[in-house]
C-alpha cells in the first residue's frame, strides 16, 4: 500500500511563493522506485499535468505553463518530493495533488499514475 500526503497549501498573492511537499509512505518498494507527479485541478475544470520527476531526479517534465515558475525536486532518504512555485498567477488556484507510480518513465499522463494525495489547496489572488 502506498499513501501520499500533500501539505504547504494556502493563500498567497500574485507573484507570490509557496512550497508544496508531498510525502509517501510504502511497503513494498523504495521510494526512489516511483515516479512522482505534481497535478492540480481548478473547480469546473479538467486535472491538469503540472510537473514530474524520475525515481533518482535526474529528470524532469514541466507543463509549458509553469516551466520557469515552478521546480520540483525530492529526497529519496525522507520519501519526499517538493514543488516549489514562484511568480504565482491567479489562474494558479486549484488543488494540487501529487501522485505515484513504480516505473523507470516520466509520465505526464494522468492515468498512468496509481497512487495519489488528497491534495492541498492552492489560492492565488490578484
Known amino acids: 500500500q502506498v499513501h501520499l500526503v500533500e501539505s504547504g497549501g494556502g493563500l498567497v498573492q500574485a507573484g507570490g511563493s509557496l512550497r508544496l511537499s508531498c510525502v509517501v509512505t510504502?511497503?513494498?518498494?523504495?521510494?526512489?522506485?516511483?515516479?512522482m507527479g505534481w497535478f492540480r485541478q481548478a473547480p469546473g475544470k479538467e486535472r491538469e499535468f503540472v510537473v514530474a520527476?524520475?525515481?533518482?531526479?535526474?529528470?524532469?517534465v514541466y507543463a509549458d505553463s509553469v516551466r520557469g515558475r515552478f521546480t520540483i525536486s525530492r529526497d529519496n532518504a525522507e520519501n519526499t518530493v517538493y514543488l516549489q512555485m514562484n511568480s504565482l498567477k491567479p489562474e494558479g488556484t486549484a488543488s494540487y495533488s501529487c501522485?505515484?507510480?513504480?516505473?523507470?518513465?516520466?509520465?505526464?499522463?494522468?492515468?498512468?499514475?496509481?497512487?495519489w494525495g488528497q491534495g492541498t489547496q492552492v489560492t492565488v489572488s490578484s
Open positions: 510504502e511497503r513494498y518498494y523504495t521510494f526512489n522506485s516511483y515516479a
Open positions: 520527476i524520475s525515481g533518482n531526479g535526474d529528470r524532469t
Open positions: 501522485a505515484a507510480r513504480a516505473t523507470h518513465e516520466v509520465p505526464r499522463d494522468s492515468w498512468s499514475y496509481d497512487y
